[in-house]
C-alpha cells in the first residue's frame, strides 16, 4: 500500500481579533527553509504511535516528507523488516509502512485571556485502511478531522486514554470542501476548556476538556495507517493503491483571543477507479481517467469545442511582416554575467521550449479563431525518393497544404499544433543570440560548425524537431557550415525518451501523475469557481474547471497562444487576476511534481545523463571534444526540471523558455609555489582541478538549494555549485533500476 499527505499553502482570510500575532505563516511550506523554522519532523516524542506506520523524515532526510512547491507532502510506503519490527507504542502493532509526520514548534495554551479558533476547509474521502490526522497532542488530546475507515469525521477530546468523548458526523462523498472548526475558551472555574465543534459553520457538539486551561498542546498533523487500538475492522493491505491527503495551513495566535486557521485539507485518492466502502454501499470515482501515453506539452490533451458557425481564420496583413512577440525572456547576450576569471567554461547543456505554435485543440471559437494562417515557412519540401536505377536515390520537390473539414483550402493554413512563423523567428533568434554569446563574446565555440564538440537532440514531435533547426540555423548558419559538414539532429523512439516524463514507458509515473491531477481539481476547482461568472459566456455556458470540458489547461494555452501572435483575445483574459487564478490552477495540476518518487521516475534519467556527460568532461578535459548539447523539449520538461531541482517559479514556461547547464573548470594555480619549490619538486603533480556546475533559467542564475552549505559552492557565488555537489544530488534523483520502479501502477 502506498499513501500520500500534501499540503498546500493559499490564501488566507482571517477575521481580526484584538491584537494579532502570527504563529505560522501561509508561507511556511514555501521552501524546507521556511518550513523548518515553524515545523518539526516526526511526532513530538518520536517516530512511532499507536498504528502500524512508523514516521520517518529529518532535514537530510526527506523521503516522506516532501517540501516543494508550496505544498508539504506525507508519502506513507510498504517496508518490511523494520527493527524494531513492532511500534514502541502502546498497543505495539507491526510496522508495515514509512510514512511521514510533523508537529508546529509552537504549541497551543489556552488560558483565561487566551482562547484559540482551529478552523479548516476539507475534502475528504473515507478510505478503509489509511487514518489521516489533524489534532492536537496526546494526553490532553483534541480531534477536529481524524477519518478511520467510516463515512464520518470524529470529533474527540481525550482526557485520559480511557475518558474520551466522541462524536461521529457524517461526512460528505462528493468531493467538494467542507469547512470543519474548533473554539478552544477556558471556562470559569480557569481549569477546563469548553469546546464547540463546527462543521460548514454550523454548531455539530460541545465537549469539554477537563483540565486543559494551561496545558501546552503540540499541534501534529500525521498519515498513520491500520492504527493499533482503533484498527478499522475488514482492512486489508491492499498493494499499490495510492492516496493523497493535502493541506493548507496558517496558524495566527491572539493574545486575549487566539485564533488558529487551517485551510484546504484534502484526501484524495491515486488512484483512477477506487473502489471503498462507506456506509454499507460501494461507491466509485468518477469522470477521471489515465491520460494518454505521453503529453509531450500540458496543452497536448485534445479537447474540441465546435462552434454553431464557422469561425474566421487568424491571419495577417499581407503588405506587413508577421506580428512577432518575443518569448518572455529573450536571451540576454548583454547582461549575460561572466563567471570570475578563474573559472574556465568547459561545457553548457541547454534545454529550450519549442516555439510559438498555434493551440492543439479548437477552443474559444468564434472569440478567438479555429484556423491559423501563419504556417507559409516551410511549406516547400525535397524528399529523398527511390530513383529509377537501382540503389541510385532521386528527390521529390514538393508543397504541402492543409486541407479543411469541408475540402477548402489556405495557403500557410496551420495545423493545430504547428510550429508557426512566428516560432521559428524566436527560435531562430534564440539560436543567434547563442552564437553570439558562445562565439562572439566568450569564443567559447569555434566560428565554423565542428561535429565533435555539437549535440543536437529533440523529443520525435514536429514542432520541436522544427524549432531545433531553426536554432542550429542561427547558431551556425550555412555560411558557417563547410560543404561536406552537416549538423545532426537527433532523435530517440517513444520508449526511450527522457526529455520528458516518459509515461510510455513508465506507468508508475503516468499513474502518481493521474493522483496528482486529481489532487489539484479538488484542491484548485473552487478557486475557479468565483472566474465562472465572467468566463463561461466563453464555453458554451460551461464552468471553468482543471478537469472540465474544456479544461483550464486548455483554456490558458488558447489564450497564450493567441497573445503570443498578437491576436486580440476576450477582454477577461487580459484581466492579470483572472488570468493568475487560472495559471495558479493549471501549474498545480501540471508542474507540481511533489514527491521524491514522481522526480526520480520523471526527471531522474534525464539528469543523470546530463550529470554522467559532465563527469566525462571533467574526467577526460580536451578528450572529450563535445562542448554544447542543445535539446529541444517541452514546458513539461523545463518545470519538472525546476520543480526536481527546487528552483520552480510556480509560473508556466513561456514559449522559447530555456535552461542551461555550464560546466566550469577552476585549476589551482601553479605559480603560488615558489622558485625553489618548482626546482626541487619538478615531477610533483598539480593539483587536481575544481569543477562548477552553474545552472540558469531565463537569464538568471539558480542558486540550488542542495548547493548552500557551505563548502557545496564557490565561496563568495551560492550559483556556482560543486559538481561533487550536483552529482550526489542527482544520484539521489536516479533510480536504481528504471523498468523495475516503473512497473507498478496500482491499476487492477
Not at 481525550?158 to 475518558?163: E, L
Not at 491520460?291 to 479537447?303: G, I, K, S, Y
Not at 473552487?526 to 464552468?543: C, F, H, Q
Request: charged share 20%; glycine share 6%.
Amino acid at each position: 500500500m502506498k499513501a500520500g499527505l500534501a499540503l498546500t499553502a493559499s490564501a488566507l482570510c482571517l477575521r481580526p481579533v484584538y491584537a494579532a500575532t502570527t504563529v505560522i505563516p501561509t508561507s511556511s511550506f514555501s521552501s524546507i527553509s521556511a518550513f523548518e523554522s515553524f515545523w518539526a519532523y516526526l511526532y513530538p516524542w518520536g517516530s512511532d504511535h499507536n498504528g502500524s506506520a512508523r514516521m520517518v523524515g529529518s532535514s537530510t532526510d526527506h523521503s516522506h516528507i516532501v517540501v516543494a512547491s508550496n505544498t508539504l507532502s506525507l508519502i506513507a510506503t510498504p517496508t518490511s523488516g523494520a527493527n524494531p519490527p513492532t511500534s514502541t507504542a502502546n498497543p505495539n502493532p507491526a510496522i508495515h509502512y514509512a510514512s511521514g509526520a510533523i508537529h508546529a514548534k509552537s504549541q497551543i495554551t489556552v488560558t483565561s485571556a487566551n482562547s484559540y479558533t482551529l478552523s479548516g476547509e476539507f475534502s475528504a474521502p473515507t478510505v478503509k485502511g489509511t487514518w489521516p490526522a489533524f489534532c492536537t497532542s496526546w494526553p490532553p488530546e483534541t480531534d477536529i478531522g481524524e477519518w478511520k475507515g467510516t463515512n464520518n469525521n470524529w470529533y474527540n477530546t481525550f482526557n485520559t486514554s480511557s475518558i474520551v468523548k466522541s462524536t461521529l458526523v457524517a461526512w460528505p462523498a462528493d468531493l467538494s470542501f467542507h469547512s470543519l472548526k474548533a473554539v478552544l475558551t477556558a471556562e470559569s472555574n480557569n481549569a477546563d476548556v469548553k469546546i464547540d465543534f463546527y462543521m460548514d459553520n454550523v454548531l455539530k457538539v460541545t465537549q469539554f476538556g477537563k483540565g486543559f486551561v494551561n496545558q501546552p498542546l503540540w499541534l501534529i498533523i500525521n498519515l498513520q495507517a491500520n492504527g493499533g487500538q482503533f484498527r478499522i475492522s475488514g482492512f486489508r493491505q491492499t498493494p499499490n493503491k495510492n492516496y493523497f491527503l493535502s493541506f493548507a495551513a496558517s496558524l495566527m495566535q491572539v493574545f486575549g483571543a487566539s485564533q488558529i486557521d487551517v485551510l484546504a485539507f484534502i484526501l484524495i485518492l491515486l488512484h483512477p477507479s477506487v473502489v471503498f466502502a462507506q456506509n454499507s454501499s460501494t461507491q466509485h470515482l468518477t469522470g477521471f481517467s489515465p491520460t494518454p501515453a505521453v503529453f509531450a506539452d500540458l496543452e497536448d490533451m485534445p479537447q474540441v469545442l465546435r462552434s454553431a458557425k464557422p469561425p474566421p481564420a487568424a491571419t495577417h496583413d499581407e503588405t506587413k511582416p508577421y506580428t512577432y512577440r518575443p518569448p518572455q525572456a529573450p536571451l540576454d547576450v548583454k547582461g549575460y554575467p561572466v563567471a570570475p576569471a578563474d573559472l574556465q567554461l568547459e561545457q553548457v547543456h541547454i534545454y529550450v521550449r519549442h516555439g510559438e505554435r498555434t493551440p492543439v485543440g479548437v477552443r474559444l471559437a468564434p472569440f478567438i479563431p479555429e484556423h491559423w494562417i501563419m504556417c507559409k515557412t516551410g511549406r516547400q519540401y525535397r524528399n529523398p525518393v527511390t530513383g529509377d536505377a537501382p540503389g541510385l536515390p532521386g528527390s521529390l520537390r514538393s508543397r504541402r497544404v492543409v486541407e479543411r473539414k469541408d475540402g477548402t483550402w489556405t495557403e500557410g493554413l496551420c495545423l493545430l499544433g504547428e510550429l508557426t512563423d512566428v516560432g521559428r523567428k524566436s527560435t531562430f533568434n534564440y539560436g543567434t543570440a547563442l552564437r553570439s554569446l558562445y562565439i562572439d563574446k566568450l569564443k567559447f565555440l569555434p566560428d565554423f560548425l565542428q561535429p565533435s564538440g555539437v549535440y543536437f537532440r529533440s523529443t520525435n514531435m514536429p514542432r520541436t524537431i522544427e524549432s531545433l533547426e531553426q536554432v542550429i540555423h542561427g547558431l551556425y548558419p550555412t555560411s558557417k557550415c563547410d560543404p561536406d559538414v552537416q549538423p545532426t539532429v537527433l532523435v530517440r523512439n517513444g520508449k526511450d525518451e527522457n526529455l520528458l516524463g516518459n509515461t510510455m514507458s513508465c506507468k508508475r509515473l503516468e499513474y502518481l501523475q493521474i493522483g496528482f491531477a486529481q489532487a489539484a481539481c479538488a484542491a484548485y476547482n473552487p478557486t475557479l469557481e468565483p472566474l465562472d461568472a465572467k468566463i463561461s459566456k466563453y464555453l458554451d455556458g460551461r464552468p471553468i474547471r482543471i478537469d472540465g470540458k474544456p479544461r483550464a489547461s486548455g483554456v490558458l494555452d488558447t489564450v497564450r497562444a493567441a497573445i503570443a501572435h498578437g491576436i486580440k483575445v476576450p477582454p477577461e483574459f487580459e484581466d492579470k487576476s483572472i488570468v493568475d487564478v487560472i495559471e495558479q490552477a493549471v501549474v498545480a495540476e501540471w508542474f507540481a511534481d511533489k514527491t521524491q518518487e514522481v522526480r526520480k521516475l520523471g526527471m531522474g534519467p534525464l539528469l543523470s545523463d546530463l550529470s554522467q556527460k559532465m563527469a566525462n568532461k571533467a574526467e577526460h578535459g580536451a578528450e572529450d571534444a563535445l562542448k554544447i548539447l542543445v535539446h529541444s523539449t517541452h514546458d513539461t520538461a523545463l518545470a519538472a526540471m525546476l520543480s526536481t531541482l527546487d528552483v520552480f517559479d510556480e509560473k508556466w514556461p513561456a514559449f522559447a523558455s530555456h535552461v542551461s547547464f555550464e560546466l566550469f573548470k577552476k585549476s589551482q594555480p601553479d605559480d603560488q609555489r615558489s622558485y625553489l619549490q618548482a626546482v626541487l619538486s619538478p615531477f610533483k603533480a598539480s593539483a587536481s582541478p575544481e569543477y562548477f556546475v552553474r545552472m540558469r533559467y531565463q537569464n538568471r542564475n539558480m542558486a540550488l538549494p542542495v548547493c548552500a552549505e557551505e563548502g557545496k559552492h564557490l565561496p563568495g557565488s551560492p550559483e556556482f555549485c560543486t559538481l561533487s555537489a550536483f552529482r550526489e544530488r542527482v544520484k539521489e534523483l536516479t533510480p536504481v533500476d528504471w523498468d523495475t520502479e516503473c512497473v507498478s501502477t496500482g491499476w487492477s
